[in-house]
């Protein structure tokens, strides 16, 4: 069939009411340009668009996010249609783990898995647990466990095994990091701290170690998005991807926040206004799994979210 005209200009408005025209919930992830978190039915952090994807009883749903997001609304609603505006918007760092290195590791240690949220349909497949970076210290804990494999994000490792005391070994190791988060350095937070003296610092647990200890705050971002109803601070440095800013300005008229401009994501930054539209235009490109790797991942969301809950309960 043939793809229909896009316009060149795509105003926010026009792709808003077509989409509900065609009977489309929008999810976006925090990283999405503003523009597209704008037009939302609802914007988050990977656990929360996890709870959000298990509950909607919307028949089609609008994707703003990267791959291993968009499979996992796939996997909670397999009868739906879910739409995502390019197919190619991934995260590196999802697909830095392999098979093998799980093999690898499994057989070395006797130890079991947790995998993070960022991984490949394939990787989740081979985990005893799941975690996003909300709850990956609670998903740890409740682990019966002391020894844990965690893959794919070494930073995120390292703040569950300092914030739980257990032995918890990265795989694949060295290699597993996102390059967004990665390679800030503490020099430049300590630059802009230079610059905000009465600034605090919100980092992700992706960032690594050395960049840690300058945080006031370290949390998902959805954790970062009520740290400053916390905080009598002004001023806040916020040391995870750009996009997420556009919430925390539009939360907190009154607070000043801060970018590193160098933490750009250009994976989430692929979906833009006119790609969507195309997207919902043709209804097309639909998000496929394999039902085999869906049914797991149904079972591993399911697991987290009662493990979370009873975790939370239980903080009370
Ligand atoms: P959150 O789950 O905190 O939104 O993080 C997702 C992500 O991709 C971080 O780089
Ligand atoms: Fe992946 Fe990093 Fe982009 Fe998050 S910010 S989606 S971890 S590459």
Known sequence: MKAKRVPYIVEPEMLRQLAKEKGYLIMAHNYQIPELQRIADFVGDSLQLARQAAETDAEKILFLGVDFMAE???????????????????????????EDEIAKAKEKYDAPFVVYVNSTAK?????????????????????????ILFGPDKNLASYVAEKTGKCVIPIPGEFGYCHVHNFVTAEQVLRKLEKYHDAEVMVHPEVPEQVRRLAHFVGSTAQMEKYPMASSSKIFIVVTEVG?????????????????????????????LRNTYRAVLNDAPEVKLDERLAEKIRKLVEDMLKLTVSTQESKK
């Not at 081979?126 to 466990?145: E, F, G, I, K």
């Not at 300005?249 to 979906?271: E, G, Q």
């Open 123 to 147: 990787t989740k497949f081979l985990a005893d647990y799941l975690c996003t970076s909300a709850n990956a210290v609670d998903v740890v804990r409740n682990v019966p466990s002391d020894t």
């Open 72 to 98: 996992m609304v796939k996997a909670l609603n397999p009868e739906k249609k879910v739409v995502v505006p390019v197919l190619c918007a991934t995260c590196p760092m999802a697909n830095s783990l392999t």
């Open 244 to 272: 997420m800013v556009e919430k925390l300005r539009r939360l907190y008229p009154d607070r000043t926040f801060v970018t590193i401009d160098s933490m750009v994501c250009y994976n989430m930054k692929k979906n833009n």
